[in-house]
């Protein structure tokens, strides 16, 4: 009776095994031949430039566990290795990257799971620290999670066979991590949807290919993409955003940001009844000398409409505070959230309380939690004001005169970066549309010593 419960639990096992992402990866099932052609490389630097949904992060998800378990069908592993993963923020971590390595990682192969925050029992809802994984050899293997939001500082002092950059991380970050590899003679590989221009990485990483290997993924590479979701996709980006969300390449920013921007997005101010169903959102760019830039967005989730904007300075925060709840009165608007930039919880030059503070003792109730991805939310806007079909989806009400101004005057800086000026009221919307409606329903070194540098030039000549 023994013997036939051990063989009915070790048919279990395998029909469980069976169902894990590893297992049907491994098979062919859900990769496609670029995904195998990354995993093929044995180059020291590899990057997958990608559009979103290209598979890009899954294959450097299995590329990690086919290190750590040391099951790498193109490589001869052969012992226990530690590497990082390195996503641009913690929730970043626990949402894409920590989420992939979790649904490909056989529970067989995890000895422990060490927590920053929440339950080892229940990792995908908390942040991991490291997960320790068993190789086929019989050793160890340390899978670790980094955010770049962490600093510089929290990625030293540490030997690694592999570095994961799941997105595009900061230059001092790589170059910290490039660090790390040198002792052990590692690797690194990348995988994004290069959304910043053509930053650093254009320069360093893209243009120098003989010493990184470069692999380019688009929609069209993904054969588990049905027609139908890549033109409901094509229709929602600008031509710009194309070129980065569909095909994974780099876009040259230069003369205006806004070219989509036309009289069609300027409307005539709209009843308020006119907007049953929609949420009202007012966000604020606090400043002081500079103006403080306001808009008030009604919105459905899918479509924006702008039906006031504020543009004031030399004012106090009471001042502001007041003026906005006074038009707010005035537009009939009575539920609504306001988001405010989050330099605002800073503390100020005069008195002990911060911006935000100031604002919510004179009965704003401020969000700071926002997304300021400058790159991600200019191609958003991009994309809203005028899509690859032609489909409009942000407007701006005539009396906006300050945002329709700023939005004519936004032209590219250096760097693939917008001009940072005369943009208050632009920096306020950027907060609109990148702010997810469902949040509120939720729970709520910098330059290299001289040893470094050559450490730095080491490591890079050993790629």
């Not at 007012?282 to 403080?292: G, L």
């Not at 032609?390 to 032209?411: M, P």
Request: charged share 25%; glycine share 8%; proline share 3%.
């Amino acid at each position: 009776m023994q013997e036939y419960v051990e063989d009915l639990n070790l048919i279990e096992y395998e029909i469980e095994r069976r169902k894990s992402g590893f297992y049907t990866y491994n098979t062919g099932k859900t990769k496609h031949s670029k995904q195998i052609g990354f995993h093929q490389d044995i180059h020291k630097s590899r990057w997958v430039f990608g559009g979103n949904r290209t598979g890009k992060t899954e294959c450097g998800a299995i590329e990690a566990i086919y290190w750590a378990t040391g099951l790498h069908p193109y490589r001869d592993i052969k012992k226990s290795t530690d590497g990082w993963v390195v996503s641009l923020s913690l929730q970043v971590q626990r949402d894409v990257a920590q989420a992939k390595i979790l649904k490909y990682l056989s529970p067989e192969f995890i000895v422990d799971v060490v927590m920053r925050s929440g339950k080892s029992e229940n990792p995908k809802n908390g942040v991991i620290d490291f997960i320790s994984v068993r190789n086929k050899f019989g050793g160890i293997s340390k899978i670790g999670f980094k955010s770049c939001d962490q600093g510089r500082e929290k990625f030293q002092g540490t030997s690694l066979d592999w570095v994961w950059f799941d997105e595009e991380p900061p230059e001092d970050i790589y170059e910290e991590c490039l660090l790390r590899t040198l002792d052990r003679g590692g690797i690194v590989w990348g995988t994004m949807t290069p959304l910043k221009g053509r930053n650093w990485l254009y320069n360093t990483i893209y243009l120098d290919s003989d010493r990184h290997s470069i692999h380019q993924m688009s929609w069209d590479d993904n054969p588990f993409l049905l027609p139908d979701e890549i033109y409901e996709m094509e229709k929602r980006l600008s031509q710009d955003a194309l070129e980065s969300r569909k095909y994974g390449r780099f876009t040259c920013g230069e003369g205006l940001v806004f070219p989509e921007f036309g009289d069609e997005n300027i409307i005539d101010p709209i009843p308020m009844q006119e907007f049953i169903g929609y949420n009202f959102l007012i966000a604020i760019d606090p400043a002081y000398v500079a103006p403080t830039g306001v808009i008030w967005v009604a919105t459905n989730g899918e479509d924006y409409v702008v039906i006031h904007d504020y543009s004031v300075s030399h004012k106090t925060v009471a001042e502001h505070a007041q003026a906005i709840l006074d038009k707010t009165k005035q537009l009939g608007i009575t539920e609504y959230t306001v988001l405010i930039d989050n330099s605002s919880l800073q503390r100020t030059l005069v008195g002990r309380d911060t911006v935000e503070q100031q604002f919510k003792d004179n009965g704003l109730d401020v969000n700071a939690s926002i997304n300021k991805n400058v790159m991600e939310s200019i191609m958003k806007m991009k994309t809203l004001l005028k899509d690859v079909n032609g489909v409009r989806r942000l407007f701006i009400t005539r009396n906006c005169i300050n945002l329709v101004r700023e939005i004519r005057g936004y032209y590219w800086g250096d760097n693939d970066r917008p001009v940072k000026k005369n943009d208050h009221c632009i920096d306020a919307l950027r907060y609109v549309v990148m702010h997810d409606l469902n949040s509120g329903k939720k729970a709520k070194q910098n330059i290299l010593g001289e040893k470094k540098s050559e450490l730095l030039k080491m490591a890079k000549r050993n790629l």
